[in-house]
Every structure is written in C-alpha cells, then in structure tokens.
C-alpha cells in the first residue's frame, strides 16, 4: 500500500477547498409578476440563503438477454430546485412569489395562464471562491414555482427571522466555468445548442 502525506492532500486540495457558504443567487421572474425586476432580483442576491447546485440524473433502460441485463441510457430527468429564502418587512420576494403563483393558476377559480413564456422564469447560481471570484455558474431553465412553503408564526420563536422555502419545477440547467451560462433572455441559434453545453 503506497504511503500518503498530508502534504500530498494538501498539493491536491487545490485553494483550500470550496465552500457551501460562497454562493450568489440571481432569480429572474417573469416581466408580468413583479413591477420592478430589478429590485426582487437584488434582493434574492441576498436574501436566498440556501440553495443547491443541480443533481446530474440519466434514466437507465435494464435490456433483458439470456438471464442478464444490459443497462443502457435512458432519458435525462431534471430534479426539482429548492431554495430557501429570508423573509424582510418589505415582503417583496413573498409578494413576488405569491403573484407569480396566482398568474400560473388563480386562487378563487381554475383559470390562468395559457402561454408558458408568460410565467417562466430563470436563475443563475453562481459558486465562488472564498475571494468572491466565480468558479462555475449554473443557469436553471423555465422555472416555476410549485410550492411556496407557509411562514410558522410562534410567540416562542425568540431569536429568529422568519425564513421560508420554494420549490421550482426546472425544465433543464447549463453551466459554465467562464462567465454565466446561456439563460433564457439571451437569443439562441436555431439549432437550439447555445445553452446546453457544460464547459
């Protein structure tokens, strides 16, 4: 059994490692649910305090032969996206979440939107290093929120801030070492590949 030191570790444990806490959020919503998107956007940079890079999941076809299975690819499937956000006085992210939820399908009657550009949305997590420089972004494609979890109100939650979680349902996600990743807003070319290459 070879030997192994803690300098060799240490050669290959490039920049100390990375860290879960050295992360950016960039939420975009649909043009018709918040009027000012700069804003919510903003403040999802800083108020989302959680999150997640994307699980990479290919289905697996069993083809029987002889006793045996042979196991070959089957079809990619993109897991939902959770995040979990810090609620402040303005209740401008819990506001925006509510009416892009109320735009996908009313509250008071089943009617909502027919045209699914209308409440898509996207989102870029960027990874950084503990200096702030980007080491890779992923971009989450014609998301929507499917759940917007309740606030818990308690006369014994001392100490605390009131913190909520979303669930996004993800068409498919990109990313990118360098600069972000191709996002909804950007125009592609017609063979539809610009945002689906990882580098």
Request: net charge negative; charged share 25%.
């Amino acid at each position: 059994m070879s030997q192994r030191s803690i300098e060799d570790f240490k050669a290959v444990l490039q920049g100390g490692g990375v860290r879960p806490t050295m992360f950016e959020v960039e939420l975009t919503f649909p043009d018709a649910v918040a009027p000012d998107l700069g804003d919510v956007t903003r403040d999802g940079t800083f108020l989302i305090k959680a999150a997640g890079l994307p699980s990479s999941n290919v289905g697996t076809i069993a083809v029987p032969f002889r006793g045996r299975r042979l196991k070959v690819s089957g079809d990619r499937v993109f897991e939902d996206w959770n995040v979990t956000i810090i609620n402040d006085v303005s209740f401008g992210l819990r506001t925006a979440m509510e009416k892009w939820s109320e735009k996908i399908q009313n509250h008071n009657y089943a009617l909502g939107a027919t045209e699914l550009q209308s409440y898509f949305g996207s989102a870029i997590v960027r990874q950084l290093d503990r200096d702030g420089t980007q080491l890779r972004a992923y971009s989450f494609e014609g998301i929507w929120p499917q759940q917007i979890a309740e606030i818990g109100l308690d006369f014994e939650a001392n100490d605390s801030i009131e913190q909520y979680d979303v669930n996004f349902a993800v068409q498919y996600w990109s990313a990118s070492t360098s600069g972000d990743p191709v996002t909804s807003s950007v125009a592609r070319d017609f063979s539809g590949r610009s945002g689906d290459i990882i580098s």
